[in-house]
């Protein structure tokens, strides 16, 4: 075998080093925090159409970064040639057809290792642009099509199975050609999953998966409201069973997705004890789980709290509230506007900044900014547009998330190490970051307030009592910086992983 260049191969879907965000920035910590170990990155994305512009300093320990488009259009070349040997097409059939006889009628009790040595060799023979060309791919077809959703239309299945197995196949080709490493970490299930399990086998290497949200449900809950899929069914979203036919692939395609990288990976981490229970319901083995929060370097924020002590005693009536994030429809900005209408009502000084990138869902963006026109409120909320971490935090009274979807989010981390209280919708790990963990000791108190995921009115509820009593808000801001120094150092988080990757950590 080659020698490797890297001691550890990140196999990354639309993060690191392109897109800002909480998986974004473990990674360039990880990276960081490491320097005697060379990182390699493949980084997973859609299409190639878009340019990709680097958001961060990419340290010199990343010693290659490779790109894969799952949705590029695949060459005609790559056609399956008639000159393979006997049993070539067979495998790569037969591979194929488990894969979708998965999608039709989930197994009980699955041989998940089988499955992705038989993907895996089936990416290395031949790329799938004309595979429903070959006459065993469409005899194929039509037995899947009369398992999964005979009665629907045929053209809609057809057109279905092109989507799902095109991109993944493009993950099965680059987890068959990527350079060794000792160990291959994802970052999350879904097709990055998948290229780092073949790779791993193809290798025999180590599989490390990490999940900072639960990818299975994120795309579960993308696919419930999509208008993509061409479903003529009633649809309710959150309830499972009203699900169409062809939403009902695409959910049990992400669904395997998940079962292979959680049966492959060789040991799984978590960030929280409730992402744990939610991945062990998606198939990953109990035995295999570890809890390892994000952390921070809270002696980082020492300066950044000082000036903003400091401000606060020059405007001591100051009510500014915080939001640092991404402005996608995840974030659910939307209802931190309508709260911010409800609180100005209240305390009309209020001032809500909404600071963030805005290219990566451009329309949202702009339909918040029209909303926040709509409601009145305009000249009370600023969208700032990309931000530096410390120049907010020196500003704000309250930081708030509106999210409906978290994993252990940095920014909670954040704003606690600069002594600033959070309000957030109760999602992820933000209740326990907030109000402690059961048990805690010694106990640090709460360090902001929660409220439900798209309750405008309780999340208002919320912020006017920190906004309106100062001494109320800086009690909380402490226990915030409490807790992060007691329970959320990067410095032991990053030890662990460092184990994990030399092996010294092995369980």
């Keep these: 075998m080659k020698k490797p260049q890297a001691d550890v191969c990140l196999v990354l879907e639309g993060t690191y080093p392109y897109v800002s965000g909480g998986v974004s920035t473990w990674v360039h910590q990880a990276v960081e925090a490491m320097p ?5 990155i493949l980084y997973v994305g859609a299409e190639s159409s878009q340019p990709l512009t680097e958001r961060y300093d990419v340290p ?30 067979a495998g790569v059939y037969g591979a194929l057809e488990r894969f979708l006889g998965e999608l039709a009628a989930p197994a009980e009790s699955e041989r998940f290792a089988e499955l992705v040595t038989a993907l895996g060799s089936a990416g290395r023979a031949f790329a799938c642009a004309n595979l429903w060309r070959d006459r065993e791919g469409w005899e194929l077809l039509q037995r899947s099509y009369a398992r999964a959703v005979a009665g629907e239309s045929f053209l809609n299945f057809f057109w279905t199975v092109r989507f799902l197995v095109g991109p993944a196949w493009a993950a099965l080709r680059a987890g068959a050609s ?5 160990v291959y970490h994802s970052l999350c ?11 791993a086998r193809a290798h025999g290497s180590r599989f490390l998966l990490s999940e ?18 061409p479903d003529t069914a009633a649809r309710r979203p959150g309830v499972f069973e009203e699900l169409g036919a062809f939403r009902r692939l695409w959910v049990e395609f992400f669904k395997l997705l998940g079962r292979l990288s959680y049966s492959s990976a060789d040991h799984i981490t978590s960030l929280f004890e409730r992402n744990a229970e939610i991945q062990r319901a998606f198939g990953a083995p109990a035995d295999k789980i570890e809890i390892i929060p994000n952390g921070i370097r809270p002696d980082a924020f020492e300066a950044v709290a000082e000036r903003r002590r400091a401000a606060i005693g020059s405007q001591p009536d100051r009510m500014n509230v915080g939001f640092l994030g991404r402005v996608v429809r995840i974030k659910d900005v939307k209802t931190l506007l309508r709260a911010a209408r409800e609180v ?3 305390l009309p000084g209020a001032r809500f900044i909404v600071a963030g990138p805005t290219d990566e ?51 909670v981390l954040e704003a606690f190490a600069a002594g600033v209280p959070v309000v957030s919708t109760d999602v992820g790990s933000c209740s326990e970051l907030i109000l402690g963990k059961p048990g805690e000791q010694p106990a640090h108190g709460a360090a902001g307030a929660v409220a439900p995921a ?11 009592p920190l906004l309106s009593d100062r001494e109320t808000s800086d009690r909380m801001g402490e226990a915030g910086r409490r807790r992060v120094a007691a329970s959320y150092d990067q410095a032991g988080v990053f030890d662990r992983y460092r184990d994990l990757y030399t092996g010294a950590g092995q369980p």
């Design 344 to 346: 100005t009502e209240t």
């Design 178 to 182: 990527l350079p060794p490493a000792p």
């Design 36 to 40: 005697d170990l060379r990182f390699s």
């Design 454 to 464: 798209g309750d405008a009115a309780a999340i208002a509820r919320a912020l006017i």
């Design 189 to 199: 299930t879904g097709y990055a999953g998948l290229v780092a399990a073949i790779a």
């Design 361 to 411: 869902e451009p329309g949202y963006a702009e339909a918040c900014e029209d909303l926040a026109r709509q409601l009145g409120i305009a000249d009370k909320v600023e969208f700032r547009g990309p931000t530096h971490r410390d120049d907010l935090l020196e500003e704000v009274d309250v930081m708030l998330l509106t999210s409906v979807s978290e994993g252990l989010p940095f920014v």
């Design 212 to 229: 900072h949200g639960i990818y299975v449900r994120e795309r579960l809950a993308e696919i419930q409201r999509s208008e993509w899929v």
């Design 60 to 89: 010199s320990n990343v010693v290659d970064i490779q790109k894969l488009f799952l949705f590029d259009e695949l060459p005609r070349r790559d056609r399956l040639p008639s000159r393979r040997p006997p049993g070539a097409r």
